[in-house]
C-alpha cells in the first residue's frame, strides 16, 4: 500500500494531506517501509496537513517582526463576540454561537477569496447584513492590530511566495484533497511560478476496485453489528489485513456506533479486557468535559465563582482524581450530606455547617479540599489577567491532588496534557483581552473544554472506524461504508446561512447547489471505492421504523449482491437456555457469634418475616442503601423533622391532663417552639430557595403537631412516660440497639408502645388480628411483661389517627395470650438469624427482589 509514498518523498520532496489522520497515518506508513527495506536510519520525512504546512513556511521567514501577529481560533472567538455585540442589543441573543457560526462563514470567504464588500453587496437578510458589519469591523481590528487568524495565514504565504521572500521545497505532492479552495489553489499557483515543482492533485490511490458488493441488513441496529462480524472474519483470515469501516454521520452517535460494532466484533466485549477491546479505534473523540479528569477539575474551578449543589459536591466528594490520604473521611461527609436536603452551597458554607455540628462524627481530613477551595474563593481578586486565572486554577488543583494519587494511563495522560493545553490556550487570551472578572475566565474555560473534540491516541487498531471525509487518502485491504441509504446519501447540503445563496452560487462555494451536493457525493464515494481492494456498501432496510430504500448513487458501480454478511444478533441471546447455574459446594453463613450486634434493630426481625437473606445482608452485613438527592425536602428528612419536632413537644412528658389545659397561646408557644428547634438544623446554613421550603414546611409541621395534641386530647388517661428511647436490647442472643418513638403509661399502670408514621396511613393489624409489621411487638418484648398496649400514631397532612390495639381498644382480641404470640414468633425470628438464615423468597417479584438481586441472584434462581 502507498506505493507511490517513497517516490514522494524522494530528494527532500513533500508531502501535503488534506488532514492530520492522513499525515499521521503516512508517516507511520513511511517508517514501516524503511524498516522493511532494512533501513536502521532514515530521514525524517516532511509529511503536514496543509494547514501545518503553511503555518510553517510562515513561521520559517526569517523576518518574523516584519509580519503580523498570528491569533489563535479563541482569540479570534472574543474579537468576533466584540463585533457583533456592537451590532446587536438583544441580551437575550446566544452571542456565543454566533460567534462560532459567523467564524465559519468567515473562514469560508477567505478560502474562496471572497471580499466584505461582495458580502454586504449580497446580504439579503437581517443576520446576512448584520453578519457583514460585523465582519468588517472584525477585518479592521486586524489591520490596525497588525493581526491575522489562521485563515490568513494562506494569503500571507502567497504574498511572501510570490515576493521570493521564502524558501519553498523543490517538490511537493499533494494527498487525500477531496475539494480544493480558490486560496488553496492560488498558493499553489504561486509555489509553481516560483520554481516548485508540484506533482499533481489526483489522489494516491491504487487501482479501481476489484470487487464491490452491497448488502441490507433488517435495521440500523443490526447493519452495524453485521459490520462487525465481517471484520472479525476478514481479520480470523489475515490478522494484517487492513480494514477499516466507514459511518455515515459518524459525528451524530459516535458512541453508539462504537457498542454496536462491537457487539459484531468482539462478542461479550463488555467483559473482554483492555487490550481487547482496544483492537478497534474509532476516530470520533469525545467532548473534552465529558473525561471524568476533566469534568471533576471544572467542576473544582466553578466552585470558586458559584456555589454548587448539593448534588454536585457529592460528587466532588466520591471522585477519584484528587489525593486519597482523606478519601474515606470525604466519603464520610458525603454519607452526612445526604442526610439534609438539597441546596446550594458554597465553601465556605459547607465548611461552617460541619464544623458547627460538633454532635456528628468528627470529617478529620476530609474537609481539607472544602478548606481549601473556601480559602481560594475569599481571596480572588475582582478581576486579574488570563494568565493569573490560569495558574490559580492550576495551583488550586495541584493543592487538592488532581489528577489522583494513581499512576495515569496512556489515555489518561493524554487527556490531562490536553487539559493542561486548554489552559494555556486561556492564558493567551491575554492578547486581546488583557483582564477578566472570575465568572468571565471560568466560562472561557468551560467553553473551550465543551467544543474541544479530544481522542487520546493509541497503539495500531486492527480496525478503525471513521466518517466519509475522515478517510480521505487512506488506503485499505478491505472497507465495508454504512447508511447508504437515499435519505443518508448524498448528505443534506449545509450553506451558509450568514452568506446569501445567490453569492455562494456565484462562487461555487460547498452545498450552494444541489448539484453540487449531489456531484461531491459521488466524488467521495468513487474516492472509497478507489481505496479498496473489496469493499461493501450497506444500507438498513428500516430505520426508527420508517422503510429505506438504497442510494440512488450506487447504480455507478456494479455491486454484487452480498448475503453473507449477517447480522450476528446481541451476544447475550445467545445463552438464554443454555446452561443452568447449580452450587456444586454449599457455603452455609455461621451463627451469630458472641459479641456480634445487628445492626437495623427491629427493622432486620421485621425483614426475616419476609425475605431473611435481606435481613442477613442488611443486619449483619451492615449494607445499606443510599437516600438519593431530590429536589426539594425528600420523604426522609420530611419524616425526621416531625420525629424531632415531636420528640421536643412531649420533652417535659406530659399527661393527658396537663395536655389538654393547653390554651391556644400555649400550644401555639409549645409548637412553635418545638418546630423551630427541630428546623433549625437545616435553617442555619440554607440559601435562598431552601429557606423558603423549610418556612413552608414548619408551618404544615406546626399543623400536624396541634393534630397530634388534638388526638392524644381525645384518649383515655395516660402520661407520656419516654420519648426516642434508646437502649440495647438482647433476644434469643442476638444483640441489637433500638430506637422507641414513644413509651405512655395508662392509667392502670401498663405500658403503650408507640411508633409515629409520617408517611402513607398504616394499620397495625391485620384482618386475623395479626401485626402487618413487627416492629412494635419487638420493642415489647424489650420494655418486658407490662406492656397494656401499641400502637402507630399515622401523622400526615391527609389524616392524623392513631391505630392501636390493647385490652380496652380490642375486646374481641385476647390481649396477652395474642401478645405472647407475636412476641414468640419474634424470638423464633431472631434465633434464624442468629443461626445464620439466609433463605430467599421466592415468591417476591422482581421489582422487590431487585435491590439486592445482584447478592441473591434471584433471576437465576427463579429460572431453575
Not at 206 to 221: G, I, K, L
Not at 315 to 326: E, I, K, M, Y
Not at 763 to 775: A, G, S, T, V
Request: with cysteine; net charge negative; glycine share 6%.
Amino acid at each position: 500500500m502507498y506505493l507511490w509514498l517513497d517516490s514522494a518523498l524522494s530528494e527532500s520532496s513533500q508531502v501535503v494531506t488534506a488532514s492530520r489522520r492522513l499525515a499521521r497515518v503516512l508517516r507511520q506508513e513511511y517508517a514501516q517501509q524503511r524498516v522493511l527495506a532494512g533501513d536502521t536510519v532514515w530521514q525524517t520525512p516532511v509529511i503536514q496537513a496543509w494547514t501545518d504546512w503553511i503555518s510553517e513556511l510562515v513561521n520559517m521567514h526569517g523576518e518574523q517582526l516584519s509580519l503580523p501577529t498570528v491569533i489563535t481560533p479563541h482569540q479570534s472567538r472574543i474579537l468576533w463576540e466584540r463585533c457583533l455585540r456592537r451590532e446587536i442589543n438583544d441580551p437575550l441573543l446566544n452571542v456565543g454561537m454566533l460567534a462560532r457560526q459567523s467564524r465559519d462563514a468567515w473562514n469560508r470567504l477567505r478560502e474562496w477569496q471572497v471580499s466584505i464588500a461582495e458580502c454586504q453587496q449580497y446580504a439579503r437578510s437581517k443576520d446576512q447584513h448584520l453578519f457583514a458589519a460585523a465582519a468588517n469591523s472584525y477585518q479592521s481590528i486586524l489591520e490596525r492590530e497588525s493581526w491575522v487568524d489562521e485563515s490568513g495565514l494562506a494569503q500571507i504565504a502567497i504574498d511572501l511566495i510570490s515576493a521570493n521572500s521564502m524558501a519553498i521545497p523543490r517538490r511537493m505532492t499533494l494527498a487525500g484533497f477531496d475539494r480544493v479552495p480558490p486560496l488553496l489553489q492560488t498558493l499553489l499557483d504561486a509555489y509553481a511560478d516560483a520554481g516548485g515543482e508540484l506533482l499533481g492533485l489526483e489522489k494516491h490511490a491504487r487501482a479501481a476496485a476489484a470487487q464491490v458488493s452491497c448488502c441490507s441488513p433488517e435495521n440500523s441496529d443490526a447493519e452495524l453489528r453485521a459490520a462487525g462480524a465481517w471484520a472479525r472474519r476478514e481479520l480470523s483470515r489475515d490478522p494484517a489485513t487492513r480494514l477499516a469501516i466507514v459511518v455515515t454521520h459518524l459525528e451524530q452517535n459516535a458512541a453508539r456506533c462504537l457498542r454496536l460494532i462491537k457487539e459484531g466484533l468482539i462478542p461479550g466485549w463488555q467483559n473482554a479486557s483492555a487490550v481487547q477491546n482496544s483492537v478497534i479505534n474509532i476516530s470520533y473523540g469525545k467532548k473534552l468535559t465529558e473525561y471524568p479528569a476533566i469534568a471533576m477539575a471544572l467542576m473544582v474551578i466553578s466552585w470558586l465563582h458559584r456555589d454548587l449543589s448539593s448534588r454536585d459536591i457529592s460528587t466532588l466528594l466520591r471522585a477519584s482524581v484528587f489525593a486519597a490520604p482523606s478519601s474515606d473521611a470525604r466519603i464520610r461527609i458525603e454519607l452526612r450530606l445526604r442526610d439534609m436536603p438539597e441546596q446550594s452551597w458554597s465553601p465556605g458554607q459547607l465548611l461552617k455547617h460541619f464544623e458547627t455540628h460538633t454532635d456528628q462524627d468528627d470529617p478529620g481530613d476530609g474537609m481539607d479540599v472544602i478548606r481549601t477551595l473556601a480559602a481560594t474563593r475569599e481571596s480572588l481578586p475582582a478581576r486579574q489577567s488570563p494568565e493569573k486565572w490560569v495558574l490559580l486554577y492550576n495551583e488550586l488543583l495541584a493543592d487538592m491532588g488532581w489528577p489522583g494519587p494513581e499512576s495515569l494511563s496512556s489515555a489518561e495522560f493524554q487527556t490531562v496534557n490536553r487539559w493542561r493545553e486548554l489552559l494555556n490556550e486561556v492564558a493567551r487570551l491575554a492578547l486581546v483581552s488583557e483582564t477578566m472578572t472570575s465568572a468571565e475566565a471560568l466560562g472561557r474555560v468551560a467553553t473551550i473544554a465543551s467544543e474541544t473534540i479530544f481522542q487520546p491516541e493509541g497503539g495500531n487498531a486492527l480496525l478503525n472506524v471513521m466518517g466519509p471525509l475522515e478517510a480521505a487518502g487512506l488506503e485499505f485491504d478491505c472497507l465495508w461504508v454504512t447508511g447508504m441509504t437515499s435519505s443518508n446519501w448524498p448528505p443534506v447540503g449545509r450553506s451558509l446561512p450568514l452568506i446569501s445563496r445567490e453569492l455562494q452560487r456565484l462562487k461555487n462555494m460547498p452545498d450552494s447547489t444541489p448539484a453540487d451536493t449531489l456531484e461531491y457525493a459521488t466524488r467521495v464515494m468513487h474516492r472509497l471505492v478507489a481505496s479498496s481492494a473489496q469493499t461493501v456498501f450497506s444500507y438498513p432496510q428500516t430505520h426508527s421504523d420508517a422503510q429505506q430504500s438504497p442510494s440512488e448513487l450506487l447504480t455507478n458501480f456494479t455491486v454484487t449482491a452480498d448475503a453473507k454478511n449477517a447480522d450476528p444478533g446481541w451476544h447475550a441471546s445467545s445463552f438464554v437456555g443454555s446452561a443452568l447455574i447449580i452450587d456444586s459446594v454449599l457455603d452455609p453463613v455461621p451463627p451469630v457469634l458472641q459479641g456480634e450486634r445487628i445492626v437495623g434493630g427491629a427493622s432486620t426481625i421485621q425483614q426475616q418475616f419476609t425475605e431473611p437473606f435481606a435481613a442477613f445482608v442488611s443486619g449483619r452485613l451492615g449494607v445499606r442503601g443510599l437516600w438519593p438527592m431530590l429536589a426539594g425536602l425528600p420523604p426522609n428528612i420530611r419524616g425526621s423533622l416531625i420525629h424531632n419536632a415531636l420528640q421536643r413537644l412531649y420533652a417535659d412528658c406530659p399527661s393527658r391532663e396537663e395536655i389538654q389545659q393547653w390554651d391556644k397561646v400555649q400550644i401555639e408557644q409549645r409548637t412553635e417552639s418545638a418546630v423551630q428547634a427541630a428546623f433549625r438544623r437545616h435553617e442555619l446554613h440554607a440559601d435562598s430557595m431552601l429557606q423558603q421550603l423549610l418556612s413552608l414546611e414548619k408551618t404544615r409541621v406546626k399543623q400536624l403537631l396541634q393534630g397530634v395534641i388534638r388526638v392524644d386530647c381525645s384518649r383515655k388517661d395516660f402520661r407520656v412516660n419516654t420519648v426516642e428511647q434508646a437502649f440495647d436490647f438482647t433476644l434469643a442472643g442476638l444483640a441489637m440497639r433500638l430506637r422507641v418513638d414513644r413509651i405512655d403509661t395508662g392509667s392502670d399502670g401498663q405500658k403503650i408502645i408507640l411508633d409515629y408514621k409520617t408517611g402513607t396511613p398504616k394499620r397495625l393489624l391485620d384482618r386475623e388480628q395479626n401485626p402487618k409489621d413487627m416492629q412494635l411487638v419487638v420493642y415489647a418484648c424489650a420494655v418486658g411483661e407490662d406492656v397494656g398496649g401499641l400502637g402507630l400514631f399515622n401523622i400526615d397532612s391527609r389524616s392524623i389517627a392513631l391505630d392501636a390495639a390493647s385490652r380496652d381498644l380490642s375486646p374481641k382480641l385476647d390481649w396477652d395470650s395474642s401478645l405472647a404470640n407475636w412476641k414468640h414468633q419474634v424470638e423464633i425470628a431472631a434465633r434464624e438469624i442468629a443461626a445464620g438464615d439466609i433463605r430467599i423468597n421466592a415468591f417476591s417479584n422482581a421489582q422487590q427482589a431487585r435491590p439486592l438481586g445482584l447478592l441473591s441472584r434471584y433471576r437465576e434462581l427463579l429460572h431453575e
